[in-house]
């Protein structure tokens, strides 16, 4: 399996060739000469992380199941607690 590299900028002025060379082996992408990204070719993807991995069909979520995602799932947020005596009284 033979793999390829391009940089950031590369990949932007050509990334069909990019997308092609998937077919032989990863991609790697590099920013200031370091990898940073790996393009794979969805067979290869779907070989590692089995076919469940792949994107769900936005036509086949429903709203119940989004909302079934407990919000600590997409964002790690926590309120502060007010401390002390708001300046006016809520009507």
Not at 16 to 24: I, K, L, Q, R, W
Not at 28 to 55: C, H, M, N, Q, W
């Amino acid at each position: 399996m033979a793999s390829a590299s391009f940089s950031q900028q590369e990949l932007q002025r050509n990334y069909s060739a990019a997308e092609e060379a998937t077919h032989s082996g990863p991609v790697f992408i590099t920013k200031d000469g370091e990898p940073r990204s790996v393009l794979l070719d969805i067979s290869e993807y779907r070989r590692v992380f089995g076919d469940s991995a792949s994107a769900p069909d936005p036509k086949s979520v429903s709203l119940v199941d989004v909302l079934a995602v407990p919000p600590s799932e997409y964002f790690d947020w926590e309120p502060k607690h007010l401390r002390g005596r708001l300046s006016r009284q809520a009507d």
